[in-house]
């Protein structure tokens, strides 16, 4: 490899090896290559940045940030999963509760339930304020009893046949407006996001009866205002072939990697393998137990491309994330800039 080629894997990919990574530091900035100019030039930024949505369903989306350097793509990580704010239960009063729940405990499992609620349409309550309002807070109610079926066969031990109402999921939360929230919100499904989340069990007799107060917050504060179950990423996989690999070598290869990295061609009745899809692979490194195949196969992650995966809670879909993290980032560099021109006139 020619020196402005070893330049060039340093500057824009990072390689693994047998016993290390290579490559790891962001490296180009103004006036480290001979020869590279590499001050910051909007017009270069714009044309080599992108962003391409790989596939998006009802809660998960996944989709590649390209041109961007490593801080970048880490705070918008950082934002997804503690600066993009959320409604959840702050405050839960009890007015009976006689299930083998503690109230601490039932108080906390109810916070962690996600409300499906837009926090875009709420705003934050202001600290040392009592009472909620219409603008500021959600009321929901759980108020359910435990009593035994009476239509039960008597032979039965199945708890399902025996009880009315001994399991308490969230689906036996409901909402009850504030103020004229009734009217503001005619045709707002707001509940849990989901049904089936068990609460508590129950048996005869036994009751829960409690008032809920939701806000809106961010997961910096606590981790039950976070709208996502996970937001990550990872630098796009680079799989080189040094040379032809061919015969019970290329099946062997195959085995080293994650299905569908490698496929084996029959090129003229010799087995032959290639790479398929580099992005599938999870580099389990499994090549390097290999003493024949280790050097002939380089293998590297792209450095300014980055694969996101972002999975929602269900509170807002993963698109409208993305979108409010760009929002909070966009505010955190106008208020960067500010602070920057404010101690310029200082």
Known sequence: MTARGSVEEMRSRVILGEFGVRNVHTTDFPGNYPGYDDAWDQAKFEKNFRVDVIHMDENTLEFDMVGIDAAIANAFRRILLAEVPTMAVEKVFVYNNTSIVQDEILAHRLGLIPIRADPRLFEYKNQGDEEGTEIDTLQFQLKIKCSRNPHSAKESSDPNELYINHKVYSKHITWV??????????????????????????????????????????????????????????LLPDITLLQPIEGEAAETLKKCFSPGVIEIQNIKGKKVARVANARMDTFSREIFRHDDLKNLVRLARVRDHYIFSVESTGVLPPDVLVSEAIKVLIGKCRRFLDELDSNHMD
């Open 177 to 234: 407006p504030l103020g004229n929230q009734a009217d503001l919100f005619p045709d707002a499904d707001l509940r849990p996001v989901h049904d089936d989340i068990l609460i508590a069990q129950l048996r005869p007799g036994q009751e829960i009866d409690v008032l809920m107060h939701c806000v809106k917050g961010i997961g910096k504060d606590h981790a039950k205002f976070s709208p996502v179950a996970t937001a990550s990423y990872r």
